[in-house]
């Protein structure tokens, strides 16, 4: 175990003498310390009896002899979760792992990992969904026993249906005899990780310290091998806070981490995939979550252009540069060869279904006859029973387990190989087709968005606009979704770089947007970038706390309210159902609507210290407001512009 470098003063002989004051002052409460002369004596209320004191706020009764150790098994912990490479815990404080929590800050100097003071646990899981995004390694989370594992659930489901990597030190109290309180027995478990055991890729509970070192590097191993997902490792809190016995000290050691290569494809399977692009007459390229770091964009790009394949971005990830001739310009009904590049819920891209507003479901093929269906994914190597995030069965005439990024230079190889001059006049031939319709669907953009440019409630459309004039000269990055102000950003900006837009929720659970912009930004914080959320405002009042987290440890962040004062998808499902009962619709805010108060974010922000500038009605008044948060957030800190929208 490293050494622990000693204050000026003991931390043993500090805890003796405190704790014996401490039990001075709780026999005789009368005793008070002096005040100077010019000084009035504070009111003081006495402390309550010992016995009314929760134990799960408030220590037992100090007593003179107290039990003190320098070597908990919480920091032989700490050394393993060092060596694992983490910068930074996300947590909201609790018993459960208070030893870890003390390991962190005093022997571990609060250095790799940083601990992150968040007010709910299901922001601590998204902070690091949104970092994880963009640093391409987890961030650890603590959550305290079953209370806090509950609190996280839905964000530890959301990165798992997003496939992103998550790591979850659970803490609990195994032993029944060493639960001190019935608030210690209300949040043990018997099993600690069960109730998210649907929903991530790994768990453990070691009941020793050479099983945690173990299992602590196991999980990391899992959880960034795609198909990536969330761990859950349990910190046994007798094992945290009792002493190592000088022999096992001496016997412990950390594991090392050898991280695992990702699956790449099978090279005959590759091979026939090559064949059947490279004789394609109208091959198209559909794109999910493909691009896990810089290196698979530019390998998807290269494939694009080496078969001038259109390319269809679900927008999962920032997968495609979005002003590429190649980008978004395909359509699935022509294609006679389509591959499937890490696209979860295939069949809702191959089918059309029967929409919200009909009775009845049927679908339809939205594939021409006789297209060939090409199935690269991991996700063929991680799928679950209970939680049906795979969708529905699509049929496919090659499909191969194995992860897009890792195969795709094979498969550019074994497309090269097949390549003969008269293929490649075909190829060239039909991007030039390419160049002119990304050109008119861009200036067909252009003219869109010019609709209601003046009009209050203020449009998406000159939303984003108005924040593109302000960062399109910085090195900035997108960190919120985009379907809810109608894909506005990616049909205006010029997206290039892998980092510059990250997704979205994974399983669409509300709360998810603040905090994981602001794991985002936080990742984004060490390379200078300027990290730009655009925050619907129902999905802020889910856990509006993270406002203050990015205040605190001074997350450079620039929030966009789309402020449209309701839950308007489900506004919009409400009135389907109306006009379908032909019933009226007029009345379907109710539940819906954010509004009577209407909630002011500026106002909201600002209380929990952050920069806030609006609500912004009037569309001239939007740049200059956003010019002045960009500037804060240019100095270091976070910032938030309030700005009353349009529904989408």
């Known amino acids: 175990m490293a050494t622990l470098k000693r204050d000026s003063v003991d931390r043993r002989g500090f805890l003796k003498g405190a704790a014996a004051g401490a039990a001075a002052l709780v026999a005789n409460p009368s005793v008070s310390t002096a005040q100077p002369q010019a000084q009035a004596p504070r009111p003081t209320t006495p402390l309550p009896p010992a016995t009314l004191v929760a134990a799960e706020t408030s220590p037992p009764p100090p007593r003179a002899d107290v039990y003190t150790t320098d070597r908990p098994g ?18 909201n404080p609790g018993s459960t792992f208070r030893a870890l929590h003390e390991s962190i800050i005093n022997y571990g100097g609060n250095r790799m990992p940083e601990l992150l003071t968040c007010c709910h646990e299901e922001s601590s899981v998204a902070m690091a969904h949104g970092y994880a995004k963009i640093e391409g390694k987890p961030m650890l989370v603590m959550a305290h026993g079953t209370v806090g594992l509950q609190h996280a659930s839905m964000a530890i489901y959301n990165a798992y249906a997003d496939r992103v990597p998550v790591y979850i030190v659970l803490g609990n109290v195994a032993d029944g005899p060493w639960r001190r309180s019935d608030v210690e027995w209300a949040h043990a478990v018997q099993d600690a990780a069960a109730m998210v055991r649907d929903y991530t890729k790994w768990d453990d509970a070691p009941i020793s310290l050479t099983h945690f070192a173990e299992s602590a590097v196991r999980a990391l191993k899992i959880a960034t091998t795609p198909p990536m997902g969330p761990v859950v490792v349990v910190a046994d809190a007798v094992l945290q806070e009792e002493p190592v016995p000088p022999d096992d000290r001496r016997r412990l050691r950390v594991p090392k981490l050898s991280m695992t290569a990702p699956p790449a494809g099978e090279p005959g399977a590759v091979a026939e995939a090559a064949k059947m692009l490279v004789a394609a007459q109208n091959p198209l390229i559909v794109t999910g979550r493909s691009a896990r770091t810089s290196k698979g964009l530019d390998l998807l790009v290269q494939l694009a252009e080496l078969l001038q394949a259109p390319v269809s971005d679900r927008r999962m990830r920032m997968n495609f540069p979005t002003r590429h001739p190649l980008y978004d310009t395909g359509t699935i009904a022509t294609a006679d060869v389509i591959l499937a590049l890490e696209v979860p819920d295939l069949f809702h891209v191959t089918h059309g279904l029967t929409p919200i507003n009909r009775m009845g479901m049927e679908s339809r093929p939205l594939t021409k006859a006789g297209a060939k269906i090409i199935s ?12 049906q995030d795979m969708g529905r069965y699509n049929e496919v005439d090659l499909a191969i387990a194995a992860d897009a990024e890792a195969t795709l230079p094979s498969l550019i190889e074994a497309c090269r190989r097949l390549i003969t001059a008269d293929r490649k006049r075909v190829f ?77 929720h994974g399983a669409y659970g509300i709360g998810y947007g603040a905090p994981a912009a602001v794991g985002a930004a936080l990742a984004n914080r060490k390379y200078g970038r300027l990290t730009v959320n655009i925050q619907s405002d129902g999905d802020l009042n889910y856990a509006p706390g993270v406002l203050w987290t990015a205040a605190h440890h001074r997350i450079p962040l620039l929030t966009v309210m789309h402020n449209n004062r309701s839950y308007h998808q489900e506004r919009m499902f409400v009135a389907d159902m109306a006009a379908r009962a032909e019933r009226n619709v007029s009345r379907v805010g109710i539940g819906n609507d954010l509004s009577n108060p209407n909630i002011d974010y500026a106002t909201m922000a600002k209380a929990y210290g952050m920069f806030g500038i609006g609500p912004i009605e009037n569309p001239a008044d939007l740049g200059p407001a956003l010019k002045k948060a960009v500037d804060v957030v240019k100095r270091g800190e976070p910032a938030l512009v309030d700005v009353v929208s349009q529904p989408r």
Request: charged share 20%; no cysteine; hydrophobic share 45%.
């Open 74 to 91: 919480a920091d032989f912990m700490l050394d393993v979760i060092k060596s694992l490479n983490i910068e930074y815990v996300a947590a």
């Open 376 to 387: 690269i994914s991991s996700l063929d190597l991680l799928t679950k029973s209970n939680y």
């Open 428 to 504: 060239d031939q039909r991007g030039a087709g390419f160049v002119e319709a990304a050109r008119l669907r861009q200036n067909r953009a252009l003219q869109e968005a010019a609709w209601g440019w003046d009009a209050s409630p203020i449009t998406t459309a000159r939303m984003a606009a108005e924040i593109w004039d302000q960062v399109r000269n910085e090195d900035w990055s997108l960190v919120s979704e985009v379907v809810f102000q109608s894909w506005w950003p990616t049909r205006l900006w010029d997206f290039t770089k892998h980092y510059q837009f990250i997704g979205g």
